[in-house]
């Protein structure tokens, strides 16, 4: 995973509009995508409901949660598209 994470270290550094908070409209997931390769999903209360290592490619997004399971999700026209959910770039 070491490899990995250093691999996607430099592919997010060069394409990075990814990094920060997604949010769904009702704000009740709240995904972080961390500039160190790392994520960090809330939902409602828990602030760390999944967290895990991310790799992207193009709009292209690959999980591997930190308990062992997978998912991947889409960016596509500034909306991200994950597990059927929609989430929107959160302003700062």
Same mark, same amino acid.
């Given at each position: 995973?070491?490899? #990995? $994470?250093?691999? $996607?270290? /430099?592919?997010?550094?060069? !394409? !990075?509009?990814?990094?920060?908070?997604? =949010?769904?409209?009702?704000?009740? #997931?709240?995904?972080? /995508?961390?500039? $160190?390769?790392?994520?960090?999903? @809330?939902?409602?209360?828990?602030?760390?409901?999944?967290?895990?290592?991310?790799?992207?490619? +193009? !709009?292209? =997004?690959?999980?591997?949660?930190?308990? +062992? /399971? =997978?998912?991947? +999700?889409?960016?596509?026209? +500034?909306?991200?598209?994950? @597990?059927?959910? =929609?989430?929107?770039?959160?302003?700062?």
């Amino acid at each position: 995973m070491e490899r #990995i $994470n250093n691999l $996607n270290w /430099f592919l997010t550094t060069k !394409n !990075n509009e990814h990094i920060g908070v997604w =949010v769904t409209k009702d704000g009740y #997931i709240r995904h972080e /995508f961390l500039p $160190n390769g790392r994520y960090n999903e @809330a939902r409602g209360d828990i602030k760390s409901a999944y967290t895990g290592y991310y790799n992207k490619l +193009g !709009n292209h =997004v690959e999980y591997l949660d930190d308990t +062992g /399971f =997978v998912a991947e +999700g889409d960016f596509k026209d +500034g909306v991200f598209y994950h @597990a059927g959910m =929609v989430l929107y770039k959160e302003s700062a």
